[in-house]
């Protein structure tokens, strides 16, 4: 091994020297290596001697390239998640275009083409060597060799900020230079070799990723299922499988629901994830996905198949939600849908009318029975328009705050069995913009807000009608998660354009909360997550958005009508200053009827939730706090105790003592006992209102920003990592609240940040996805840094 490292660096130096010595000319591929043609890189295993994919590079890719390149957001579509995304390659092509006055074709990686040259057909290109083999070529004609070798030629600064030509902002295009097009490439932008902006890899790694190149960049990874793992395939397979007209409805609401996220088998290994999806062939043979853009579009076969494809990529967490399938849940299933004796005579149709409304899609199974499903893991629901594998939502998140609370109606209430009524009466105005496609144009907006007011104004009679004779509402119209199910209460945090969702009321009172009844929680859904399409039209993504805001205005509103009457609008208010076409009609926060609740305060909102915690009862998830500050004298003085007492004093901090802090950071204590501790702190902007798209920065109020500190981990895409020693930390704290001037949060990260520039950021970023694995088991995933600032 040691011969093979010191032959690598002679041939790192003359690689170096041959690329340099032909940056002034554009070479002829074709006439030195022949034709580019896709060929198998696949092989049983390497060569004795040889660097395998498996053991020796997938571990570099993992560490080093997947942090930027694991979703649509990655540049030039290059996933490496997979070797199937390496082989894939690279596109021009931006997922992200605002502008586009039509779809799009979908380039999802595993479905949309079967093979390399069926991605060669949709333009995408080589980062590996596809001519003729020889160690040379596989080298001379990579890319992705290309790169790491003009880093190494090109090494950044060690030390400060980067300065120059660095391009950081996610709208601007990106530069995705062809094998022949990388002679210019370096010559105009010498310094953005790979990885971007980053110290590059070590000498021995970078000699690892070349070698391998050299020896044909061979795929010795197989897929390899235990025996159990293929029974329980089998097994959840036939269940979805039943052919009774009422299974093949279940199963298509389960599959409309769970299709975006990671299934897991209940006791199987932490790694081990499913996607639900559907497949022209059964069980038993090769799975052949049905590529629709959409889980309701029509098959277009006669008969398919719900099948569970095993998850190969590298599990990163901003696309990781989990959904467990075991014992329980099969129980559950039985419980829900097929105890109960409602009866399916004839199945929906998959026409575009069929899946933009849900409620007549599937309006044989019970609203209680949907509702409670969604309930017993909101938290997976919530996240699949929160975290889904969109990856960019800015679009879709900027409808909401920076932090905000959500709880859910009681399923059975009174009131719940009411609805069914209500949603049958209005079914035509419950249509989602997906009806139109993406043929909806740029105005079709419009149309639909019509529909989403005309609801809003419907529900409020019916409410009227509903719950007046009951008195109004009450703390038992609040789902308390039958005292264990910790999904009752849910904390949203938006990063500007990614966000996440924790069990519990985490942070101090936010500025707004949600009340989620069955049709809010069914139409968020479908909305963002089933009908929203990535690749779809600026016309499509601009209906979603604006439709969307009706919806946040919708559990809103279902939280006042639990405060007084004559408080409503008041406090309405306050969550919609500077609104120009003037304020909520005072006929949809109904406030001629009052509320059941008993208030000790004029402070209505912080009453409520006083009021709920309680009420909530072993459904509220602790505090990540509790149980870790003592304040009992005899443990007060312990090491771990004094570091989270010093830090919770940040824990809520407002205004402009909280500005050295981006939307998120992830902060390592290093501990004199050689056990370092792992923290959150993120920054949550103050709006004046959420109710328009554009301008954001016209609403900023950021006196009234707040800030939240937790232990752990929260958040995918870390902004910026702090490191400080047990003993600095009250110099850190203090540092960090007069941190308010340029030149002051320069110095701060200076002496505590650890910048793009430092080498140290890679063992960082090692460290804290090695510390989230520990803490969150199967729910954790890497981090991304493609939102890693340049302070």
């Known amino acids: 091994m040691k011969q093979l490292l010191f032959k690598g660096h002679l041939l790192v130096a003359l690689l170096i020297l041959m690329v340099g010595c032909t940056s002034y000319q554009t070479k002829d591929f074709q006439s030195l290596y022949g034709d580019s043609k896709?060929?198998?890189?696949?092989?049983?295993?390497?060569?004795?001697?040889?660097?395998?994919?498996?053991?020796?590079?997938?571990?570099?890719?993992?560490?080093?390239?997947?942090?930027?390149?694991?979703?649509?957001?990655?540049p030039c579509q290059l996933k490496l998640s997979s070797f199937e995304g390496l082989e894939r390659g690279a596109s021009?092509?931006?997922?992200?275009?605002?502008?586009?006055?039509?779809?799009?074709?979908?380039?999802?990686?595993?479905?949309?083409?079967?093979?390399?040259?069926?991605?060669?057909?949709?333009?995408?290109?080589?980062?590996?060597?596809?001519?003729?083999?020889?160690?040379?070529?596989?080298?001379?004609?990579?890319?992705?060799?290309?790169?790491?070798?003009?880093?190494?030629?090109?090494?950044?600064?060690?030390?400060?900020?980067?300065?120059?030509?660095?391009?950081?902002?996610?709208?601007?295009?990106?530069?995705?230079?062809?094998?022949?097009?990388?002679?210019?490439?370096?010559?105009?932008?010498?310094?953005?070799?790979?990885?971007?902006?980053?110290?590059?890899?070590?000498?021995?790694?970078?000699?690892?990723?070349l070698t391998w190149l050299e020896q044909g960049a061979k795929n010795d990874q197989q897929l390899q299922l235990s025996v159990i793992a293929k029974q329980e395939l089998i097994k959840w397979e036939s269940f979805f499988n039943r052919r009774s007209l009422k299974q093949q409805l279940v199963s298509r609401y389960i599959y409309e629901h769970l299709f975006i996220g990671h299934i897991h088998f209940k006791g199987q290994p932490d790694n081990e994830f499913y996607k639900l999806v559907r497949s022209k062939t059964p069980t038993g043979q090769a799975i052949a996905e049905i590529k629709s853009v959409r889980p309701y579009d029509d098959p277009q076969v006669a008969t398919f198949y719900y099948r569970l494809r095993p998850v190969v990529s590298t599990i990163v967490d901003k696309t990781h939600f989990v959904y467990e399938l075991g014992d329980k849940r099969r129980l559950r299933y039985q419980q829900l849908f097929f105890a109960n004796k409602f009866r399916v005579t004839e199945l929906p149709s998959y026409e575009p009318e069929a899946g933009a409304n849900?409620?007549?899609?599937?309006?044989?199974?019970?609203?209680?029975?949907?509702?409670?499903?969604?309930?017993?893991?909101?938290?997976?629901?919530?996240?699949g328009f929160i975290k889904g594998p969109v990856c960019r939502g800015q679009l879709a998140l900027n409808v909401i705050q920076d932090h905000f609370w959500v709880l859910f109606l009681n399923p059975t209430h009174k009131y719940q069995a009411a609805i069914k009524q209500s949603l049958a009466k209005y079914n035509d105005i419950l249509f989602l913009p997906a009806k139109e496609g993406d043929q909806i144009g740029l105005l079709g907006w419009q149309t639909y807000n019509k529909l989403g007011k005309e609801y809003l104004y419907k529900k409020s009679a019916f409410i009227q009608e509903t719950m007046q004779p009951r008195g109004g509402l009450s703390l038992n119209n609040i789902w308390n998660g039958d005292n264990r199910n910790q999904n009752a209460a849910l904390t949203v945090f938006r990063h500007y354009d990614s966000a996440t969702v924790e069990q519990g009321l985490i942070g101090t009172l936010p500025k707004t909360a949600w009340v989620v009844d069955y049709p809010l929680f069914e139409r968020i859904h479908y909305l963002l997550v089933a009908d929203f399409n990535v690749f779809g039209s600026a016309g499509h993504q601009l209906a979603s958005r604006t439709y969307m805001d009706f919806l946040r205005r919708d559990g809103e509103n279902n939280l006042l009508r639990f405060l007084p009457a004559t408080a409503r609008e008041q406090?309405?208010?306050?969550?919609?200053?500077?609104?120009?076409?003037?304020?909520?009609?005072?006929?949809?926060?109904?406030?001629?009827?009052?509320?059941?609740?008993?208030?000790?305060?004029?402070?209505?909102?912080?009453?409520?939730?006083?009021?709920?915690?309680?009420?909530?009862?072993?459904?509220?998830?602790?505090?990540?706090?509790?149980?870790?500050?003592?304040?009992?004298?005899?443990?007060?003085?312990?090491?771990?105790?004094?570091?989270?007492?010093?830090?919770?004093?940040?824990?809520?901090?407002?205004?402009?003592?909280?500005?050295?802090?981006?939307?998120?950071?992830?902060?390592?204590?290093?501990?004199?006992?050689?056990?370092?501790?792992?923290?959150?702190?993120?920054?949550?902007?103050?709006?004046?209102?959420?109710?328009?798209?554009?301008?954001?920065?016209?609403?900023?109020?950021?006196?009234?920003?707040?800030?939240?500190?937790?232990?752990?981990?929260?958040?995918?895409?870390?902004?910026?990592?702090?490191?400080?020693?047990?003993?600095?930390?009250?110099?850190?704290?203090?540092?960090?609240?007069?941190?308010?001037?340029?030149?002051?949060?320069?110095?701060?990260?200076?002496?505590?940040?650890?910048?793009?520039?430092?080498?140290?950021?890679?063992?960082t970023l090692d460290w804290f996805n090695t510390e989230h694995k520990k803490s969150r088991g199967l729910n954790a995933g890497l981090f991304d840094m493609n939102r890693y600032h340049n302070l």
Request: glycine share 6%.
């Open 92 to 209: 021009k092509q931006a997922i992200y275009d605002g502008s586009r006055l039509g779809a799009v074709s979908p380039t999802r990686l595993f479905i949309d083409a079967s093979s390399t040259q069926a991605w060669r057909d949709k333009q995408f290109f080589p980062i590996i060597n596809e001519r003729q083999q020889s160690a040379v070529a596989g080298i001379d004609n990579s890319i992705l060799a290309r790169l790491l070798l003009q880093k190494r030629r090109h090494p950044q600064p060690a030390t400060g900020k980067l300065v120059g030509k660095y391009n950081f902002d996610l709208d601007d295009k990106y530069q995705c230079p062809r094998i022949d097009e990388h002679v210019k490439f370096a010559d105009k932008y010498p310094q953005w070799g790979m990885p971007y902006a980053m110290p590059g890899l070590s000498l021995a790694q970078e000699n690892t990723m």
């Open 358 to 383: 849900p409620f007549k899609t599937f309006v044989d199974i019970p609203n209680i029975v949907k509702y409670q499903f969604l309930l017993d893991d909101a938290q997976y629901f919530v996240s």
């Open 38 to 74: 896709p060929s198998s890189h696949q092989v049983t295993k390497v060569a004795a001697g040889n660097v395998s994919y498996l053991n020796d590079v997938k571990p570099i890719v993992d560490a080093r390239c997947v942090a930027c390149h694991a979703c649509y957001d990655a």
């Open 571 to 763: 406090i309405y208010n306050t969550w919609y200053q500077g609104i120009v076409d003037g304020r909520m009609d005072p006929v949809l926060l109904n406030l001629d009827f009052a509320s059941k609740m008993q208030f000790s305060s004029q402070n209505y909102y912080a009453d409520f939730f006083q009021q709920v915690k309680p009420h909530l009862g072993k459904a509220l998830k602790p505090d990540r706090w509790a149980g870790r500050v003592c304040e009992q004298e005899a443990c007060a003085q312990t090491n771990v105790d004094r570091v989270d007492k010093m830090l919770r004093q940040l824990d809520g901090l407002t205004g402009i003592e909280g500005a050295a802090i981006p939307e998120i950071a992830f902060l390592r204590v290093n501990m004199l006992n050689g056990q370092d501790r792992a923290y959150t702190l993120l920054h949550n902007k103050a709006l004046t209102n959420v109710a328009y798209i554009f301008a954001e920065s016209y609403r900023r109020t950021p006196a009234q920003d707040t800030l939240t500190v937790v232990p752990g981990f929260i958040g995918s895409y870390p902004n910026f990592f702090f490191t400080v020693a047990e003993q600095d930390l009250g110099q850190f704290i203090a540092e960090f609240k007069n941190a308010q001037t340029a030149k002051s949060k320069t110095a701060f990260y200076a002496r505590y940040g650890v910048r793009r520039t430092n080498p140290e950021i890679w063992p």
